[in-house]
């Protein structure tokens, strides 16, 4: 009874919530594991079920770490449902449905067994909805902990969605290729048992009316307004001046000074269809120059309208955005509209660099490995030139500039799908080799739309290149949020450059970076000096290798 006071006296302090609810799970907990089936009665004393407000509040605390087992859990529970304990419903609503994972909890519908709403899980830290891209597993299924249940194509790639627990698959409520689903919303329901399959077979999921019903109440319909307020409605104030004019004065005169029904008349222009600007309606000098203004654009306007009328429809096909490119417009569109930017651009001779890697690739042939492309080199450079210049490897947030310390290269890697930038995470400690390995794999993964969160996450600078594969030999590029930089790298070209002697000249290839940087973080002077740090790797390629 003690317990139960402690409970109704903190019920309404919203911050002791998660709390109170963590002390109640391990006291259940302890209580299940002695196998306490006689003190139900005494459970049922202090049991009080949260509010649906309150409940939406304490789903941030985890259950995981007062629950040893799930399985353990969910069993107990079942020995409580078949002896009558109305308590087990609700507390493993109250239980599972706050962790952290992608079950809703076990649902108490009239009529129907105990059975499990699987939601669409949160894979991804920007996820809001997903896609279904195809069920591993089908209806009547078995299905146990770890096997994969389907593929959801989340906002960044497709991820397989596990099973946490061991039961049937009773239904399929968003099949193959459904889009567009909420995080949270019902996806497929489990069962316990395999009879109670067939009972789920025109299952649909029920909406909440928790939220419903007191608005309901709160909002009651207004009462109809009474017979005092009907009689003040249609008083309007006055007009300016207090000029009012009859009905019979505007349709038989037309107010307007004489030098307006000049000018009206040497233009054979009607006064009754121009609207006076002056005091009192009047019309003015003005009002009559503004109307042949505008009937001179409606004049002009009108040629070109036939024509457009007269142009053959356009052919065209409207194409589906996906996921990743939903997301990658968004951010995008908030980096520029957010972020100050910034360019800086310095030419760099490659000669040495494409000397180094020609004399790599041949030790990479004779051993087996992979081949080193100028890209790898490049990003090597960036990581280096970031441990050198660590002001660049950071980002802005309104309390503090957050300085990393690993050097996470994000490389832009175009699909058909759209945009991706998976990751090489502390590229200033691996080998070119290495760096070599990863990004092919990288790029694999993600012309499969195969990449797992990890393969994306946790970047600190981004590295997009459009010379190589396209030609383009200068460009500036949006920074990837909450990043504070990004290097375009365009194309190599042969210049012709000054020789030792007045009139001797060579040849140099030269290649164009440009630099973007945020303002807020990067001040001028530090984007040069990076820059300069660099090239300075670019240009003495040994240098990298020490």
């Not at 025109?202 to 939220?211: E, H, K, N």
């Not at 233009?267 to 120059?289: C, F, Y």
């Not at 930017?341 to 660099?353: A, E």
């Not at 010379?467 to 590029?477: D, E, L, M, N, S």
Request: glycine residues 6%; hydrophobic residues 35%.
């Amino acid at each position: 009874m003690a317990y139960a006071s402690h409970i109704i006296n903190h019920s309404k302090k919203l911050k002791n919530v998660s709390n109170l609810l963590r002390h109640e799970n391990a006291v259940l907990v302890h209580w299940f594991s002695n196998d306490a089936a006689t003190k139900r009665d005494d459970l049922l004393k202090f049991h009080r079920p949260y509010a649906p407000a309150e409940t939406e509040r304490v789903c941030n605390s985890s259950i995981s770490s007062t629950v040893p087992s799930l399985g353990v859990f969910k069993k107990k529970f079942s020995m409580l449902r078949k002896a009558g304990n109305p308590l087990a419903g609700s507390l493993v609503n109250r239980g599972l449905a706050c962790s952290q994972v992608h079950l809703r909890g076990f649902a108490s519908d009239s009529g129907l067994p105990p059975h499990q709403e699987i939601g669409m899980p949160s894979l991804s830290p920007t996820m809001t909805e997903g896609n279904i891209a195809r069920w591993l597993k089908k209806e009547g299924d078995k299905i146990s902990p770890g096997e994969v249940l389907c593929e959801v194509e989340t906002d960044k790639a497709t991820v397989e969605m596990e099973c946490m627990e061991e039961g049937y698959l009773a239904k399929i409520i968003k099949g193959d290729g459904s889009k567009e689903i909420k995080v949270g919303e019902v996806i497929a329901i489990t069962v316990e048992e395999e009879e109670d399959i067939g009972k789920f077979k025109d299952y649909t999921p029920s909406t909440s009316d928790a939220g419903a019903a007191p608005a309901k109440e709160s909002s009651p319909p207004a009462p109809p307004p009474s017979k005092q307020e009907v009689a003040e409605k249609p008083v309007s104030s006055p007009e300016p001046n207090g000029f009012k004019p009859s009905a019979a004065s505007t349709e038989d005169r037309i107010f307007a000074s004489p030098l307006a029904r000049t000018l009206a008349e040497e233009h054979n222009v009607s006064l009754s269809g121009i609207k006076g600007t002056g005091p009192q309606g009047r019309i003015v000098k003005a009002d009559i120059e503004d109307y042949l203004a505008s009937r001179g654009k409606d004049v002009s306007a009108k040629a070109p309208k036939a024509k457009d009328e007269a142009a053959p429809a356009l052919d065209y096909v409207d194409i589906p955005h996906s996921q990743i490119r939903k997301v990658t417009a968004s951010r995008l569109l908030f980096s520029k509209q957010t972020i100050p930017h910034y360019y800086l651009t310095v030419d760099t001779c490659v000669d040495k660099l494409m000397d180094l890697r020609s004399q790599l690739n041949s030790i990479q042939e004779a051993s087996g490995g992979k081949r080193i492309s100028v890209n790898d080199l490049v990003i090597k450079a960036a990581a280096l030139a970031l441990r050198k210049i660590p002001r660049c490897n950071s980002s802005w947030t309104d309390e503090y500039i957050r300085q990393f310390k690993n050097v996470n290269i994000n490389v832009a890697v175009q699909t058909d799908n759209g945009l991706y930038v998976p990751v090489v995470k502390d590229a200033d400690k691996k080998g070119l080799s290495t760096i070599a390995e990863e990004v092919k794999l990288l790029a694999q993964k993600a012309k499969e739309n195969s990449l797992k969160p990890e393969d994306y996450e946790g970047g600190t600078f981004t590295v997009t290149n459009l010379g190589g594969p396209f030609g383009i030999k200068q460009f500036c590029a949006i920074i990837n949020p909450p990043q504070s930089g990004i290097l375009a790298v365009g194309s190599a070209e042969k210049r012709v450059v000054p020789s030792s002697g007045p009139d001797q000249y060579k040849f140099a290839s030269f290649m164009s970076v440009t630099l973007s940087c945020d303002h807020r973080v990067i001040d001028g002077a530090i984007g040069a000096e990076w820059l300069k740090a660099f090239k300075g790797y670019i240009e003495n390629p040994e240098s990298m290798l020490l």
